[in-house]
Every structure is written in C-alpha cells, then in structure tokens.
C-alpha cells in the first residue's frame, strides 16, 4: 500500500527554519516527480514546490521564493522541504503527495506554527 508520512514540522519563531520531510514507500520513488502543498485555516490548499525524478527542475510557488527550497534523496525514499526565513503567514498543515500536476496520494500532513 503506496503510503506517504510527513514529519518534522513544529513551532518556530520568525525568522526561523524548518526541514520537512516526507518518507514514501511501496512504490518505485524515484519514478516520481514530487510535489509539497500547504493549507492554512480557513484557506484551501496551496501549491509550496515541486521536484522532478532526477531534480533536474523544481517550482517554487511565488510566496516562498528564495526563502524555501525542495529536495529528495531517491536511495532514501524522501523527500524534503527546507523552509528558511519563517513567517507567520507561513502557519499551515505541510502535505507532500505524489505527482507534479496531478496527484494521487498525500501524506497525512506536518503542522508548521511560526510565532513568536
């Protein structure tokens, strides 16, 4: 069963940094383009960043430009989303999920809070 667990998430001052990741298994990772989204309360969910099988091309959405950068280890099965420079707009549920457009399956989500 294709399963997708997102960790590492946390409270955060601003100005401070997170790494998430998310550890993918039962399916061939590195056949697979990736891609981080984020939802905060009362918002729907946005697109964070996304990155391709041999990471030759990645998106980052505007917002976390220069800020934010994704990667991935395929000999590990994870990928990773590197979140410098906090804000607080930045609060929101992180979900990593298969795909670069179209998605299949999601990770359960990791809490990001940045707050003084």
């Known amino acids: 069963q294709v399963q997708l667990v997102d960790s590492w998430g946390g409270l955060v001052q601003p100005g401070g940094s997170l790494r998430l990741s998310c550890v993918a298994s039962?399916?061939?990772?590195?056949?697979?383009?990736m891609s981080w989204y984020r939802q905060a309360p009362g918002k729907m969910r946005a697109f964070v960043a996304r990155?391709?099988?041999?990471?030759?091309?990645?998106r980052l959405a505007d917002s976390v430009m220069g800020r934010f950068t994704i990667s991935r280890d395929n000999a590990k099965n994870t990928v990773y989303l590197q979140m410098n420079s906090l804000k607080p707009e930045d609060t929101a549920m992180y979900y990593c999920?298969?795909?670069?457009?179209?998605?299949?399956?999601w990770g359960q989500g990791t809490q990001v809070t940045v707050s003084s």
């Open positions: 999920t298969r795909g670069w457009t179209r998605y299949d399956y």
């Open positions: 039962a399916f061939a990772f590195s056949n697979y383009p």
């Open positions: 990155i391709t099988t041999d990471v030759a091309n990645r």
